[in-house]
């Protein structure tokens, strides 16, 4: 809800009332959203802070819980612009142009410039809103369907395009919306001042109920009446019991109830709603300084709900906080440089014997693709040994291990490379898996306990200078596993990187 100050009844019925009752059905977030105001009032932001901090004494009055529910100020969670961003990357102005609301707010707005960038992404960033809690349902009237439809389109298309699951498709909840009328006899609203306030003092209520229009209806209290043509009529049947309406309308059309009685009965009934809600809103106000640290706590917490989303969103657009993979591109020293621009030139790598290149790729794999401060020092060919120092990463642990680099044998076919591995007991085995239709190279650096079991099991049954038969295989899910021997295969998909060095 934008901070427009405090609500009125149509606000109330049109929203708020069934908000109240949601939050023991569904795990919600309501925020206010004053970057939202800002796209239309941006020319005068003097009081966006006192109308935020009204609309929520008026939710809290109301009986929005935030022991139930989620309760925040939009700009207090800056993860809503953020994705807000990011989404405008991808989304096709055309997309935005077309949304109804979008020339009909120009038309209705006229004073106001609202030729603005701000103001076209307006329902980008609803969609932001929508999106970063991952929601399954927002619950609107049938005016916001079209928002909800283009969050589902941004959703749907960051999804494909990035080839992730990470925002749910949320439906439209569309919730009863009675038309409350206002006092002229036009829909409630703050433009005409037409408003009965929703936590107004019961007085002030009647006053502006008994004082309401009939709309031409019962000039003459001789005459009757249709209560369907009178807004009185109007708020009967809003807030009235079916008797107190079955009598009106009775009252009306015979003309033997006055308008005065009327509208009494409307304002009892009005009040009986209203008056609860003003009393609990000035108690509020004597305190006011809780409900901002409230809502201050309970942006906190929505920000880090709104940062579980972002996480993959980060990871999938290459944007996350870790330096990750990136590491090591910055290795290379300009020996290591010359070697793989030696590697990548061979002309007739295709010719060298399977040793030669086997051999090629485990120097060009130690020199290149190895983290730096992994410092392995060579003993054999193919025998590598950690030194003993500081390490950052888990790949090859800070003791002194001896590890077995080798290169896949033949390609058996494109999901199934296999290796021979002498039966020594080496701490890790680097495995790199060179696949024919690419070029590429995977590399799977596997600690001992990975295949310590089924290694046990294979060696006794070998003959003197035998080797350990050893495969890496892919399932359809692009899913890698270990195979040793006839032992069953182990999952070893995290344990892999891929380069290619070669194109
Ligand atoms: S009786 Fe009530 S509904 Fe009928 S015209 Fe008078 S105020 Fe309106």
Known sequence: ???????????????????????????????????????????????????TLDVALDWLAAGLDPEKSTIFIQSHVPQHAELHL?????????????????????????????STYGFLGYPLLQAADILLYQAQFVPVGQDQVAHVELTREVARRFNSMYKTEVFPEPDALLTPAPKVPGTDGRKMSKSYGNTIGLTEAPALVVK????????????????????????????????????????????????????????????????????????QRMHLESRVEETWEMLREQSRKAAARAEETLLPVRTVLDLSRDLGSVKRHFFATDEDRRRARDLSQHAAWWNLPSDQRGKLLRDYWRSNLLPREAQLSQESNRVFTSLDRELEEPLITAKKKRIFVTTSRNIVNLNEWHFDIPAKSYEIWALLCWRKQDYWVDDFVIPQKYFSQAFALAKKSLKKDQKIQAKVVRDEGNRFFLGVAGSNLTAVTELRSNYGPLE
């Open 1 to 51: 809800m934008r901070p427009t100050g405090k609500l009125h009844l149509g606000n109330y019925m049109g929203a708020l009332a069934n908000w109240v009752k949601l939050q023991d059905d569904y795990e919600c977030y309501f925020f206010i959203a004053d970057w939202h105001a800002l796209t239309t009032d941006y020319a005068d932001p003097s009081r966006v802070k006192l109308n």
């Open 86 to 114: 990011l989404f405008s990357m991808i989304t096709p102005l055309g997309w935005l142009e077309r949304v109804p609301s979008y020339k009909e707010q120009q038309e209705n707005l006229k004073g106001k410039d609202l």
């Open 208 to 279: 502006k109920i008994v004082e309401m229009s009939t709309n031409g209806q019962r000039i003459r209290q001789t005459d009757p009446g249709d209560p369907d043509l009178c807004p009185v009529g109007g708020l009967h049947k809003v807030f009235s019991s079916p008797d107190v309406i079955a009598a009106t309308q009775e009252g009306c059309r015979t003309a033997s109830l006055r308008c005065e009685f009327c509208k009494v009965d409307a304002a009892d009934s009005v009040c009986a709603v209203t008056t609860p809600i003003h009393f």
